[in-house]
Structure formats: C-alpha cells, structure tokens
C-alpha cells in the first residue's frame, strides 16, 4: 500500500472509531465525577467539573421518591418521574438512569425518542401496549402487549411509546444506558416548536390540510 494511501485509511479508521466512541457517555476514569455546578473544590476529569473525590458523600448517589406515584392528571394521562444526572450527581460519567412511568387507565406515554439511549422496560403493574418503528425504509412496527413481570427494550433512537389497555392504573420502571438520555415527543418538537415551523412544511410532509396543521400548532403551542 502506498505511504499517502496507507495514511488516508488511517485517518479514515480514526474518524471512525472516534465516531463510534461519542456515540456514548464518556468512559469513567476514577471512581467516582460527581457532577458540580461550581468548579471550587472540584477537578477537571471527562470535560466536566466534577467534586473532589475526597469530599463525595452518600447524599451524591442517592434520590428519594420513586415510589410515589406521578401526577397522571393531564392531557396523555401519564407522568415520567426522571432520576438523571440532574437528581443524581453521582450519576456523571456513569452512563445509567431510571424512570418511573405512571399510567391512567387508557393513558399513554406517546410517541418519542432517546436520542443518547436504548430503553429497557418492566411493568410493575397493570397491562400496556408498547412498541417501536424501525427507520426508513421499512418503518415496520414492532409492537406487544405487556403484562405485570414483562420486560420490553427500545432500541436508541427509534420512535416507541406505551399505551395503557387495561381498566386500572399502571406503573413500569424502565433504565437507560445514559446520564442524560434526553426526550423528543414527535407531536410536541413537530407542531409546538419555538419558533412554530412554517405551516407550509409541515402540510407538505404530512399531507394535511392547512387548516388542519394550524389547528395542530395552536393545539402544542
């Protein structure tokens, strides 16, 4: 292999790699980074201040609550109650969270995604309707009724959502392989974006009729 060629593919494997690599949360390097909004006291480790390890303290790995039931009492008829880095300090550089999702009867946690994590998923109670699209071409539905034990994963990335078929409330704790896995609700980032998209791009992509779109906007804004 020429020297200028052998060169490119070496640039080229590092790009690769390099892209691979960020497609996570950063690799620990020390036991513990808890995240620190002032940076006294603190050392510089994976691109964020984080305390002294000699000052952490079990307050930093600890978040009290999750078996409180959320407040269901809005227009989808479920809460997600987010233990993140945000609740959790001690989380930073970790690459793990948690969440509690209640269900009114019929209540749903509509369609959304992860960007930064794959969703794994157990029902604590009650009986959902859960399920994933695939990315273009085949947008194929990969969905399942769920039962009380039953566990389901959602692939990072891809539009899921859960629906509550049964007659009472449920509940489901699911973890993500991220500090902060992040959220988009496809209808909320669509029709109630700030500022609003133009109406003409989205009758266009859905196919809707104006009306129906600026109906749609005013109904997310």
């Known amino acids: 292999m020429k020297k200028g060629v052998s060169f490119l593919v070496t640039v080229a ?25 002032e940076p006294n006291d603190a050392v510089f480790v994976n691109g964020k201040f984080c305390k002294n390890p000699n000052l952490t303290m ?5 978040s009290p609550g999750l078996d ?10 479920s809460n997600v109650t987010t233990v993140n880095v945000d609740k959790i300090k001690g989380l930073n550089t970790l690459g793990i969270s948690i969440v ?26 009650g009986t959902l309707y859960v399920g994933f699209v695939t990315s273009n071409p085949e947008n194929r539905l990969i969905s399942k ?12 990335g891809l539009i899921h959502f859960q629906f509550n078929v049964g007659h009472t ?7 993500l392989n991220s500090q902060n896995p992040g959220v988009i609700t496809i209808a ?19 196919q809707l009729d ?7 906007q005013s109904r997310f804004a």
């Open 68 to 77: 409180k039931p959320g407040n269901t009492s809005n227009q989808v008829g």
């Open 169 to 175: 409330n449920a509940v489901a704790i699911a973890g």
């Open 188 to 206: 909320k980032a669509v029709f109630g974006s700030n500022p609003p998209i133009n109406p003409d791009v989205l009758t266009k992509a859905f």
């Open 210 to 216: 104006k009306n129906v779109v600026d109906y749609l």
């Open 100 to 125: 509690r999702i209640d269900y009114e009867p019929y209540g749903e946690n509509p369609p959304h995604t992860h960007p930064r994590a794959t969703e794994i998923l157990t029902v604590l109670e």
């Open 58 to 62: 079990a307050e930093d790995f600890f």
């Open 145 to 156: 009724v769920l039962n009380k034990g039953d566990v389901f994963v959602f692939p990072i």
């Open 13 to 37: 494997l590092i790009a690769l790699v390099s892209s691979l690599a960020s497609a996570d949360d950063p690799s620990p390097l020390q036991d513990t980074c808890v995240a620190i909004d």
